[in-house]
Each structure stands twice: as C-alpha cells, then as structure tokens.
C-alpha cells in the first residue's frame, strides 16, 4: 500500500483556519487521496477526497499538490467541534479496503 | 435515512465467552467493513464482505474471529472464547460501491467490548 506520513499532532485555535499536511510521495498515478476524521468516542467520517484538481465541500477544502506527492486539508474556520484525528489516506487502484494510518491529532484552543 | 447502527453499542464478557457485534448497514449498501481499534490505537481493517461473500478477510485472527454478511439481515462479527486482549472498539462501515470505486464509507459509532 501506498504510505503517507502526517504529522502526530497540531494544534490551532479557534475561527482560524488549519491546514492539515499529508505526504505521499509514493503515489501512483490513479491513486485517490481521502481524508476522514474520528471525533472522539466516535466512528471515522468522511471529509473529501480528491485526484488532481483542488477540491472544496461543506467541510473542507483539498489541496493537492501539482506533482500529487503531497496534499493539505483545509479547515478554513476551525471549531471546538473540529478537535479530531484527521486521516490522510490513499485508495489504490483495485483496493478493496481502506487502510488507516495514525494520522493527526488536532488541538483547537478556544 | 438511518446510518449505519451497530449493537450492542457497549458489551461486557467473561474470558472465554463468546461476543457478537451486529452491523446493520445504511439502506441500499451492500459492502460493510470491519474495524478494530485498540485503546490509544489506529484503526486496523478486519474483513469486507458483500451480501454472502467474504470478498477480503486478511485483517482477521485465524482463529476465534468470525464474520457473516448473509442475504437478509446484519452483518455479524463473532468472538469466540474472548480474552483480555479482544478488548476494543468494534467499528462497521458500509458503501453502496466497493471502497475502490468511491472510497467514501459510512462508519457507524462501534461496539466497545470490555473482556473482564
């Protein structure tokens, strides 16, 4: 599987953005990037995810990098309710699962 | 529509009973997952199954673990003659397509099994 590396933790405060970074200089040409999150005492949820171009939600923006060896999420106004560990993650071409990684921890002082 | 509903949210065992955590799947999905998460750990895959088929069960015990996902009803994970170590989260996603299509799953709030 393709790795990413993401920082342990962050730490940001309130109403200010985040920027979540996620390496991945292993990928492959048709691999998505994903991002989930797990609040605490809770499943993971979906954030965005993304190939080539940039992408926005409700939740988040993505930011992929022009050689698709990095890409950075997004909070662009965080909240209490935001304090999670964020997972970058990589879906294979013909992958049957999700493989999750330790992902970052996010502090958001109020 | 209701997402995914896993039961029992909390379930207590005795060493060497057995455990079984059922996973109904959002309406329409017929891919569900598995999860465990130990305490202070990331979430490892189990096994995913399609309605009566295990399609990928590299992440499970060879022994004690066992999943269904028959034609009618949830899916259940089962725990044979628990020990200490089986202690953790329980966690099931489902998907109308398979993760490598749409990588978007749908998690439920998992199953905490405490092995006394």
């Known amino acids: 599987d393709a790795k990413t590396t993401q920082p342990n933790s962050m730490e940001s405060n309130e109403e200010e953005p985040v920027h979540l970074p996620c390496n991945h200089s292993?990928?492959?040409?048709?691999?998505?990037i994903h991002w989930y999150r797990q609040l605490p005492s809770q499943g993971p949820e979906y954030v965005i995810h993304?190939?080539?171009s940039n992408v926005n939600n409700r939740m988040a923006s993505l930011a992929i990098a022009e050689d698709r060896k990095s890409s950075t999420l997004i909070l662009h106004r965080a909240t209490l309710r935001d304090a999670a560990v964020y997972y970058c993650?990589?879906?294979?071409?013909?992958?049957?699962?999700?493989?999750f990684g330790q992902g970052t921890r996010l502090t958001i002082n109020p | 529509n209701a997402g995914v509903m896993q039961n029992p949210r909390h379930l207590v065992r005795r060493r060497g009973q057995e455990a079984r955590l059922r996973c109904s799947p959002m309406?329409?999905?017929?891919?569900v997952y598995w999860y465990r998460q130990l305490p202070e750990e990331g979430l490892k895959f189990m096994v995913y199954?399609?309605?009566?088929?295990?399609?990928?069960e590299s992440g499970m015990p060879k022994e004690r673990f066992s999943a269904e996902f028959p034609k009618e009803g949830p899916s259940i994970l089962r725990i044979q003659q628990v020990v200490r170590g089986d202690s953790a989260a329980y966690f099931c996603?489902?998907?109308?397509?398979?993760?490598?299509?749409?990588?978007?799953?749908?998690f439920g709030e998992g199953s905490r099994l405490t092995v006394l």
């Open positions: 996603a489902s998907s109308p397509l398979a993760a490598k299509n749409t990588g978007e799953l749908f």
């Open positions: 292993t990928i492959s040409g048709t691999d998505y």
């Open positions: 993304g190939l080539t």
């Open positions: 993650i990589l879906i294979i071409q013909g992958a049957q699962k999700l493989v």
């Open positions: 309406k329409g999905h017929s891919h």
């Open positions: 199954l399609q309605k009566e088929n295990i399609i990928d």
